[in-house]
């Protein structure tokens, strides 16, 4: 039986609509980067390519390594994300809600992780009315080395911290390629990819989903059914 689904928010559960893509828009030109050069084309791609992993992992690659830079545009990032979802520009994935109730009213246990950063997190949670919707609400700050996805941390925290027996019981559902990644790394049965939000049906298969599905609202009725098959 599955003990606990570690669920990611934008994309997955929160609904995106552009809001990671205008920050990020807002940050990179606080770090000196215009909107007009090749160069905010190639960190727009990358930005899309890596939805999902910590948000500060990816200004350091896009700033060559340059932490105060990086912390900087993360920084700016993180306030035009706040200011945007204190704009109202925030609202659930339909029936994301309903699922997350559903498993926890069936015994699951529900952690929400995302890649931002703690302020943000709870920024969203307060605009949605989600401060007790789970069990846990986890950000890489939360973790021992301050690692976000890919890596298992995340995961592997909320199976520490919820008292999970066997990460084998645990099922992940996210809507990147690095969401999928982070629940194949923790070992956990069910790497689901969701298609409400950045990657498509091909990324999700291609980086392992076990399983790929139209939206979280599909995910208890995978968990109750138990099933591990192949990426459909």
């Not at 990086?70 to 699922?99: H, S, W």
């Not at 069936?106 to 995302?114: D, H």
């Not at 990460?167 to 990819?193: M, N, P, Q, W, Y």
């Amino acid at each position: 039986m599955t003990q606990l689904v570690v669920l990611d928010m934008a994309g997955t559960t929160v609904a995106d609509d552009g809001l990671v893509v205008e920050a990020f828009t807002r940050a990179i030109a606080a770090a000196g980067v215009d909107r007009d050069t090749p160069d905010y084309d190639r960190m727009l791609r990358y930005v899309h390519d890596t939805m999902g992993e910590s948000k500060i992992s990816v200004f350091r690659a896009l700033l060559g390594h340059d932490e105060e830079r990086a912390r900087a545009a993360n920084t700016a990032f993180e306030a035009a994300y706040g200011e945007l979802v204190a704009a109202g520009a925030c609202a659930p994935v339909p029936g994301a809600a309903d699922a997350i109730a559903e498993l926890r009213g069936a015994g699951v246990k529900v952690a929400l992780t995302t890649g931002f950063g703690r302020d943000t997190q709870a920024a969203i949670l307060d605009a949605l009315g989600w401060q007790d919707i789970a069990n846990l609400v986890l950000c890489p700050a939360d973790t021992e080395h301050g690692r976000g996805r890919p890596y298992p941390d995340l995961v592997l925290t909320a199976v520490l911290r919820l008292g999970v027996d066997d990460v084998r019981e645990v099922a992940t559902a996210g809507d990147t390629a690095f969401d999928v990644l982070c629940g194949l790394r923790s070992g956990a049965r069910i790497a689901a990819g969701v298609l409400t939000g950045a990657h498509d049906r091909t990324a999700l298969a291609a980086a392992g989903a076990t399983h790929v599905l139209d939206s979280v609202r599909d995910l208890p009725a995978l968990v109750r059914t138990g099933s591990a098959g192949s990426a459909g």
